[in-house]
């Protein structure tokens, strides 16, 4: 069965430099999540977006953005980089069928700033 | 959202059954009990969740008390596989399409024994 994508697994920046983080989801699945977690953390909420209209807002940075494009895919986008930026990033899709929206999880970007 | 607590870690032998348990005193009438896991180097994946009855499915069951106010998360017969961080979410139903963030708290480290 497909699963989420995220793209790319790992990734290397420097401090004040940008990254974009990039999610495709699960066939079908109009509502896209995204996570934080930084190491030894737990998973953090930065932001969801339905039918690619933002629908909630966690503790994201203003430096950070995100949007969900025609096709259902998502980026984030991450702008001067802090070496506190450093963590796995986790891309979420889940399908509002009005039963249970389980979320499926993707694999995660691992961002690690220097 | 209400807050779950949980034992930082449990271990258990293989082939045993595992008892997770949740604490979740403050617990409003809409709100679902989820649990989730985390597999080492991986993204959270769903494995129960309930309302007010006890649920089984093939990964798990889910005994839910009577007053709601705590739960347990019972796997029958544990493998190396279940090693994990095992994590009790409270999660508003009630919320619109898009609002079903999933809140993280501390969960429990859970050590299989072989």
């Known amino acids: 069965a497909a699963g989420v994508i995220q793209s790319p697994r790992h990734l290397i920046k420097e401090k004040r430099e940008t990254a974009t983080l990039k999610c495709y989801p699960i066939?079908?699945?109009?509502?896209v999540y995204w996570y934080q977690q930084g190491p030894g953390q737990d998973p953090q909420f930065l932001i969801s977006?339905?039918?690619?209209?933002?629908?909630d807002k966690g503790s994201i940075p203003d430096r950070f953005s995100a949007q969900q494009f025609s096709d259902y895919h998502s980026e984030l986008n991450m702008s001067s980089l802090e070496l506190g930026d450093s963590a796995l990033y986790f891309c979420?899709?889940?399908?509002?069928?009005?039963?249970?929206?389980?979320?499926?999880f993707g694999p995660g970007t691992r961002l690690t700033v220097l | 959202d209400a807050k779950t607590t949980q034992p930082n870690s449990m271990e258990s032998n293989e082939e045993e059954p595992v008892h997770l348990p949740c604490n979740h005193s403050t617990i409003s009438g809409t709100d679902y009990i989820h649990w989730y896991r985390q597999l080492p180097s991986q993204g959270p994946e769903y494995v129960i969740h309930?309302?007010?009855s006890n649920v089984n499915n093939r990964m798990a069951s889910l005994a839910i008390a009577e007053d709601r106010k705590s739960s347990t998360l019972i796997l029958h017969r544990a493998t190396l596989r279940d090693a994990a961080v095992y994590y009790c979410?409270?999660?508003?139903?009630?919320?619109?399409?898009?609002?079903?963030?999933?809140?993280f708290g501390t969960g429990t480290r859970l050590t299989i024994i072989p």
């Open positions: 309930g309302l007010t």
């Open positions: 977006f339905y039918e690619k209209m933002q629908s």
């Open positions: 066939p079908r699945h109009d509502t």
């Open positions: 979420a899709s889940s399908r509002t069928s009005g039963m249970y929206n389980e979320q499926f």
């Open positions: 979410i409270l999660r508003d139903e009630s919320t619109n399409f898009g609002n079903e963030k999933l809140t």
